[in-house]
């Protein structure tokens, strides 16, 4: 069965400083992955998709994401944080055998202070 | 995205009454989703459906019910809200891709 684990529930960074927001999945196949990003009142936003064209994967905001098949990880990165990067953040993995079925992780809370 | 509409917003209810979320999207996509999300567990699939004639159980579909009333609309109900129904539900819509477009969500509280 596929599984997706966030392996930081929340992260604190400083304004400017880098993120690094971890996510471990386990599937049988080559899977479909997803970040996305949840604002305070806010729907879901769709950061970036890795569906095996390249490992890394570049979103939008300035995130990107590598894919480590040894590793089984896609990890959520961005250089620099600013304030309005502060949100949830879920890593997401979908059902080879039914793509319509998404795998949510459980969500790392990103909080950037000034 | 502002695509995927979803109303009401907000929505306090009372145990065993009957409540409707809509949901509404303008892309054309084929494929929509209702999802909840607690506190700690991410979103689960409630129901989703490939078409007007195609509903499909998802991971939680009991105490709920959908209808796919046409292309651009998906509603779910609960038949009679309980407790612990209370929660933050979305609805997406996707077209030949995997990727789902989520809308802004409904904040249900059953008292």
């Known amino acids: 069965a596929q599984s997706v684990t966030q392996l930081d529930s929340h992260v604190s960074v400083s304004e400017g400083t880098p993120v690094l927001l971890r996510c471990n999945y386990s599937?049988?196949?080559?899977?479909?992955l997803f970040w996305y990003v949840q604002h305070p009142n806010k729907g879901l936003q769709l950061l970036l998709k890795?569906?095996?064209?390249?490992?890394l994967v570049k979103g939008i905001n300035g995130f990107e994401a590598e894919f480590k098949k040894s590793e089984t990880s896609f990890h959520l990165t961005k250089p620099s944080a600013h304030m309005s990067d502060a949100a949830e953040y879920f890593c997401?993995?979908?059902?080879?055998?039914?793509?319509?079925?998404?795998?949510f992780g459980t969500g790392t809370r990103l909080q950037v202070f000034p | 995205d502002a695509d995927v509409t979803q109303t009401p917003r907000n929505r306090i209810t009372k145990t065993g009454k009957r409540i409707m979320l809509e949901c509404s999207q303008t892309?054309?996509?084929?494929?929509m989703y209702w999802y909840r999300q607690d506190p700690g567990l991410g979103l689960r699939l409630i129901y989703y459906?490939?078409?007007?004639?195609?509903?499909n159980k998802g991971e939680i579909s009991d105490g709920y019910s959908v209808s796919r009333q046409a292309q651009a609309k998906f509603s779910l109900s609960l038949e009679s809200a309980i407790p612990n129904q209370t929660a933050l539900y979305f609805c997406?819509?996707?077209?030949?891709?995997?990727?789902?477009?989520f809308g802004p969500g409904t904040r249900l509280t059953v008292l």
């Open positions: 890795y569906t095996s064209a390249a490992t």
């Open positions: 459906s490939f078409d007007v004639k195609d509903i």
């Open positions: 599937s049988s196949y080559s899977p479909s």
């Open positions: 997401v993995v979908s059902d080879p055998y039914n793509t319509d079925k998404l795998i």
């Open positions: 997406a819509a996707s077209g030949s891709t995997d990727t789902q477009y």
């Open positions: 892309k054309g996509h084929d494929r």
